[in-house]
């Protein structure tokens, strides 16, 4: 299917190679796989680091009723998600 401009293969925006199927300012499938793999990578790696923050906050100070115990544990997993969400978009916005 040629682009909305007519155009049959247009540019990629971060290699230059022609292929079919995208805009003009867009990334070729390999080029946003490429992307999608490294903002994976630093997703991954701020979620890991978060939650070694988290776990290593709450050993520090550690809560005093059973109630604050399960908060604490439940904290980690949940702060490691969240991170990686957002790190994983704003890699996406940035990269
Ligand atoms: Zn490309």
Known sequence: MPSP???SE???V???QRVPDIDFVERCPDCTARRKRRCVL????AAL???ALMAAWS???PPTSPTGQWYAVIAIPVVAVLVYHIANRVAWEFL
């Open 10 to 12: 247009v540019p990629c």
């Open 42 to 45: 630093i997703a991954r790696r």
């Open 49 to 51: 680091l978060a939650a």
């Open 59 to 61: 050993w520090s100070r």
């Open 5 to 7: 401009a007519g155009w």
């Open 14 to 16: 971060e290699c230059g």
